[in-house]
């Protein structure tokens, strides 16, 4: 059964470091979607791709944050410099076009900033 | 505007008896509607989805949903709890009458309800 797949699983930095997540989707699933969450809440949209093509990243912290699907298949969030406050779990998902289409989670990337 | 709601912060059943988390949602046209369940540290884990056709929807693991249009609400069920269960469910909506350009699908999401099957 093909899976999202999300490295590293789990990242300790020190705050104002640089800290860079990756994700590679299911096959042929177009949409691509970042979230954070934070322990014991639901997720929060960070950033979603159709395509190679940003759709929406308005809840992206634009000053650190920034996020690339440069071939419209893989992506990566990247935080620089990483606060105190962005100690969360970071969730990738997945899904084929349109309304209907089921979003599928990677184990997601657990980051403990010091 | 769209929402969804899940009452309970907590569910305490017993291991063999019939559980229900409760899911409520608000969206102008008809919904699509998604359980979803987190073991802790993992990501979610798609249980089920309501579309359109039966009101019932059977998913993975024996849990089944009802869609109740005229309550507006989607509860996840399962006849007989196991302690593997014991996790945190998410309730998730999305309006079918939105366009990409109005919402560009997004879920929008419970905030949780923890589930916990007592042997």
Redesign the interface.
Known sequence: EAE?A?SPRYKITEKSQAVAFWCDPISGHA?LYWYRQIL????E?LV?F?DESV??DSQLPKDRFSAERLKGVDSTLKIQPAELGDSA?Y?C?SSLR???????????T?LLVL | AQSVAQPEDQVNVAEGNPLTVKCTYSVSGNP?L?W?VQYP??????LL?Y?TGDNLVKGSYGFEAEFNKSQTSFHLKKPSALVSDSA?Y?CAV?D?T?T?MDS????I????T?LIIKP
């Open positions: 999202v999300q949409t014991g809440q639901g997720p949209l979603q159709q759709v929406d779990m969730l998902a349109g309304p209907q289409g089921t979003q599928y989670f990677g184990p997601g657990r | 699509y998604f979803y540290n993992r990501g979610l884990q798609f989805k579309i945190l998410f999305r079918s939105t990409l560009n699908y997004q879920l999401w419970g905030a949780g923890k």
